[in-house]
């Protein structure tokens, strides 16, 4: 006990015993000690049951009151209620302001945050922006079921994956249909999920402004390149021995910019689509015309091995399916130095989807190269990608291809022991192959 509650405490104490010993010698004056304590006894009694009642009092009262003044027991008391009544004001009002200003701080936020309750899925608090972004109204909305607030939105399945639920990169806002918005959910604790909506209208228009310059640029670079590419075919270096090494190197020049600007239009159309047209791939044909295109690609220099073990086909996009794994294969070929061997594997996968690799035994790529890629003009060597006639961006088409077909590219490699790049299709794209009785058993016609 600390000492000012000690003294309180005794003084309190001596003051109780004085006052008996006084009604004993007061009881023994007059002769009537039993009484005389009796009464003392029972005024005292009183008197704590008064200050209990005072302490009560000011316990339950709303108003402020003054602490008595006193030294005792009682009055102590008294003030340490009063201190940590005020200590506990004192908190709640700072907590109250610090939730204030979060509040206007997230108000302030240009993106739309919603709190919404995990188990009823019910909005609990929502900002300024999400009126302007979602049509979120107060009062109105508070305590309603979010997907059904933000119905044109479609949010009910993407709610119900919780933590899984992957950020929706576009979508058309419930308020105006000029607006495009991102959004997330974050699960910031048990009980309760953030919502958050970004408008991404201005990002977007940028990168359509992109796409589309990039697209026209290389629409109009094509005639003039065929012109000159075609002008130059023409130019037979043996009639000209002493321009023969220019003529040639102007021709591969011309032939690699060609290339260049078909695989950027290629780039810019299957950017410019969410979805492509879905047809029976027929996977012998398409395995039969890669280890062709392969072969003529090495010119004898490696070995092209085939293994058809599915006995599958896709459903999909022939011509853009055969555009990805082409480049796959060509890749392979070229980075891959001459003697070397080059597999095409089509395979079942465990969860009964598909999956078509290409491996070699060619220069492989360093571990930290295989992040970056599939970005456009991202290479290992630039050198070594150009003499072999690479644009840098093949890998960027493959993973586009791959993406419309909801498939994904793995990428394995080891350096100087060689790569495997696999394209992994899911159930839905898997076929029954009906052009034949075993995988492999017959003879292929040409892909596209
Ligand atoms: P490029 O036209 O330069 O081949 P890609 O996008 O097809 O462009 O490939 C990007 C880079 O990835 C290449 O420059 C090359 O460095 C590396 N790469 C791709 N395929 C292979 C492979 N099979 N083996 C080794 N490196 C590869």
Known sequence: MPPRLRSAWRRTLLAQCGLLLAAIVAGIAI????????AAALGMLAWQHWRLRRVLQGLGARQHQEPGRGQGAWNELDRLLHRSRAEMRARKRRLLEMLRAYRAAADALPDAVVVVDRNTQRILWFNEAATGLLGLV?????????????????????????RRAEPILDAQAPTDARLRLNLRLIPYSEDHWLLVARDVSKLLQLEQVRRDFVANVSHELRTPLTVVHGYLEMLDPDEFPEWRPMLEEMQRQSQRMTQLVEDLLTLSRLEARDSLPEEPVAMAAMLATLKREAEAFSQGRHTVELQDLAGCDLLGSTRELHSAFSNLVTNAVRYTPAGGTVTITLARAPDG??????????????????????????????????ESGGTGLGLSIVKHVLGLHQARLSIESRVGEGSEFACHFGPERVRTRHDEAAPGARPAADAP
């Not at 009537?32 to 304590?37: E, K």
């Not at 220069?363 to 990608?385: D, K, M, N, Q, W």
């Open 31 to 38: 002769g009537h000690v039993g009484a005389v304590l009796a």
């Open 138 to 162: 107060h009062p109105r909305d508070m305590g309603a079921p979010v997907a059904e607030c933000l119905q044109p939105l479609a949010l009910a399945r993407w709610l119900a994956a919780g």
């Open 353 to 386: 989807g598909a999956v078509l690799a290409v491996r070699d035994t060619g220069y492989g790529i360093a571990h930290a190269h295989l992040p970056r890629l599939t970005e456009r003009f991202y290479r290992v060597s630039s050198s070594r990608s150009r």
